[in-house]
């Protein structure tokens, strides 16, 4: 983001991206308890935001690990042993559709893992380490992934506990999932979902926000 303050903190609308995010999932109805996981540093800032802005489901605030993968596996087992089903999602992503979140679940419900995606816009082309073009894949089965990412909690945790063992790194917790042999589910959402990451994406989100995604909107 090119900011000195990390990009979750930043302000959209008067409040931070990750205070929008967190209350998205605090007023859906098949959300019962939220694990935040942050940095070490930020876990008091953190605390400070639920009583500020009365976010009832985050049950607590804990600090992740050092790759995104060590801070999910942190996040379920703060989890509580009795819970079934979890739904993994990206802090700065605070516009993904209500309906869009809970087809994603009851997708899961249904299949045991399911994630949020768009079929991709533009053409893909696979460039070597020397800038020059290998293969173009044909666009019609690529899609770009979204969060919240949705999985039967026993399954997700195994996956974990396995790309643990072996030393795998993945991009999203679907990838080690996908290791297990079991298939992962898409859902189709839409492209207003974005993950805020670069300068760029700041005036996109503020539109968004006015336009579409606003508290009066969602």
């Known amino acids: 983001m090119r900011t000195q303050e990390s990009k979750q903190y930043l302000l959209l609308d008067g409040k931070p991206i990750l205070v929008h995010t967190l209350e998205l999932f605090d007023r859906l109805e098949a959300v ?6 942050t940095g070490a540093d930020d876990v008091e800032r953190c605390q400070g935001y639920i009583e500020a802005y009365g976010l009832r489901k ?3 605030v804990i600090p992740g690990g050092k790759e995104r993968q060590d ?3 942190q996040g379920l087992l703060a989890l509580d042993g009795t819970v079934r089903w979890v739904m993994v999602h990206d802090g700065v992503r605070p516009f993904a559709a209500r309906e869009h979140i809970a087809a994603c679940l009851d997708k899961a419900i249904e299949t045991e893992a399911a994630v949020l995606a768009v079929p991709v816009k533009d053409t893909i082309k696979i460039v070597d380490g020397e800038g020059l073009i290998q293969a173009t894949p044909d666009r019609r089965s690529l899609w770009a992934i979204q969060t919240p990412q949705a999985f039967r909690f026993s399954l997700l945790r195994e996956a974990h ?3 643990r063992e072996e030393g795998f790194v993945g991009t999203d917790d679907a990838m ?5 042999g079991v298939r992962v589910a898409v859902v189709e959402a839409d492209y207003y979902n974005i993950k805020i990451t670069t300068p760029e994406d700041l005036p996109w989100a503020e539109w968004i926000i006015r336009h579409v995604r606003g508290e009066r909107e969602s």
């Open 176 to 180: 080690l999932v996908e290791r297990l």
């Open 32 to 37: 019962s308890d939220v694990v935040l996981v």
């Open 161 to 163: 506990e396995r790309a």
């Open 58 to 60: 985050v049950k607590r």
């Open 71 to 73: 801070s999910v596996y």
